[in-house]
């Protein structure tokens, strides 16, 4: 999970001229839309005019499951803005160990925290696969310096995502197994289009940081109680209001104080 993996990397003939190969590069490239941008909240939550302002600079780009955005250390160079895509924060301890420390779906950024050039500080995977908008850092770093609306989101929305890293850091030691499994499966529910989630329970233990028995036993618990239904590779939320009555703090509180934070930036 920590490996860095290359694919549909294509480098273009050496002989073609730089005119020819930008025009090529023109050509494929998605036409970006304002419908498009909608679908996620942070952008759809710019005014309009300012939104078009970028529409030069954004890039509609595939996230496919399992690929990594940035890893620990490495220096950033795109902010991502996930339409359909899940992504997960990582933290990768040296001995390859993997703990999920936040996730973020079309609610939110990847990377904005990053944007003056430091190095990352946690790995990001896209862990449900589907679409986003990335954005270059510098075009982040001469909108700092301007001000304006865009500055503004993302340091509100910053704010949000650190609320979420700390309720996970208060609920990964005061939790049980199974709160943490529900918390784990809403905050995907809350960033999907179904109540399906395709996930095997070796994934969830990686990113939860706890032995997969432990899951499975958690899993079985609760579809025994008629909350999920678990089918390999596969789980299918019945009873949304109790898992999160079963997740109580874990959730609740951590998804009230984002909810406030995303809310203000909406308005």
């Not at 730089?18 to 490239?29: C, H, I, R």
């Not at 509100?156 to 979420?164: K, P």
């Not at 028995?213 to 009873?239: F, H």
Request: with cysteine.
């Amino acid at each position: 999970m920590n490996n860095t993996q290359l694919a549909g990397i294509t480098q273009k003939a050496k002989s073609q001229t730089p005119a020819t190969s930008e025009a090529m590069k023109s050509q494929s490239k998605p036409i970006v839309s304002y419908s498009g941008t909608q679908q996620n909240e942070l952008l759809a939550a710019l005014p309009r005019m300012d939104l078009e302002e970028m529409f030069d600079h954004l890039e509609l780009v595939a996230m496919p499951f399992g690929k990594e955005l940035f890893e620990y250390g490495s220096k950033l160079e795109y902010v991502y803005f996930p339409t359909t895509a899940i992504v997960s924060l990582l933290y990768v301890m040296e001995d390859g160990a993997t703990t999920e420390i936040a996730v973020v779906g079309h609610e939110g950024a990847v990377g904005v925290s990053l944007f003056m050039g430091e190095r990352a500080t946690c790995s990001a995977v896209v862990q449900s696969a589907g679409y986003g908008y990335r954005l270059r850092t510098q075009y982040l770093r001469d909108a700092f310096n301007r001000g304006g609306a865009l500055p503004q989101l993302l340091m509100r929305y910053t704010n949000a995502l650190f609320a979420q890293m700390a309720q996970n850091a208060v609920g990964g030691r005061h939790s049980s197994i199974e709160q943490k499994l529900c918390r784990w499966l809403l905050d995907r529910l809350d960033r999907s289009a179904s109540n399906e989630l395709k996930v095997t329970q070796e994934l969830i233990s990686i990113m939860l940081g706890v032995r997969r028995e432990s899951i499975t036993a958690a899993a079985g618990k609760l579809q025994d109680e008629g909350l999920i239904q678990y089918r390999r590779g596969n789980i299918t939320v019945l009873d949304r209001a109790g898992l999160e009555d079963y997740a109580g703090e874990c959730y609740k509180v951590a998804k009230s104080e984002y909810d406030r934070l995303l809310s203000d930036v909406a308005r």
